[in-house]
């Protein structure tokens, strides 16, 4: 804007500006206590259901904004909480009591089976066969679902096999069963 300033400065100040959070991240990776200075550690505000107020003032948050960020992640009552620390990003990461916890599968029926990710097989029309051999089944097994649905792979827009063999598929006209109307595709 300055027409007496010389651009050269201007590029030298936007390149500093650019390369200086590069740096930091580089020598944060490198240096566990340059990265404790800069980005601090995180602050425990609740251990075994007791709440540590000298943290709480260390970190100048208030009893309301400690409850606020509990009631956030569906909790309370102080008291169920085993662990409440403030994250160097400003989160708030809650550990529950185990009495406390959500029941889940393997408390419940052990380590259970294990689960793949569904696979793509089908876009736009063409079989991804690499992912079809990865789940475990051939070309001939896809072409004889799509035969049972009355279907073609040109029909398909996109088409998502899970571990178990289910298979979903979205055509590219899809098919609607309007109200009123006998229609028998589905």
Not at 80 to 100: C, H, P, Q, Y
Not at 171 to 184: A, L, P, Q, V
């Amino acid at each position: 804007m300055d027409l007496e300033l010389n651009a050269v400065n201007g590029v030298i100040s936007i390149l500093v500006w650019s390369l200086f959070p590069i740096i930091i991240s580089y020598v944060s990776l490198k240096s566990i206590v340059f990265r404790k200075v800069v980005e601090g550690t995180p602050t425990t505000f609740i251990k075994d259901g007791k709440i540590l107020e000298e943290n709480l003032k260390r970190e100048k948050y208030t009893i309301d904004e400690l409850m606020e960020q509990l009631r956030k992640k569906d909790v309370f009552y102080v008291n169920d909480v085993e662990f409440a620390t403030l994250e160097t990003n400003g989160e708030f990461s809650i550990l529950l009591k185990k009495e406390k916890q959500p029941v889940r599968w393997g408390d419940l029926f052990g380590a259970g089976q294990k689960v793949k990710l569904p696979q793509t097989i089908i876009i736009d029309g063409n079989f991804i066969e690499e992912a079809i051999y990865e789940m475990g089944y051939s070309l001939e097994w896809l072409k004889t679902q799509l035969l049972q649905r009355e279907s073609t792979v040109e029909e398909v827009f996109f088409g998502q096999v899970d571990h178990l063999g289910n298979l979903y598929l979205d055509y590219y006209k899809d098919r609607f069963i309007e109200k009123g109307k006998n229609n028998s595709e589905s």
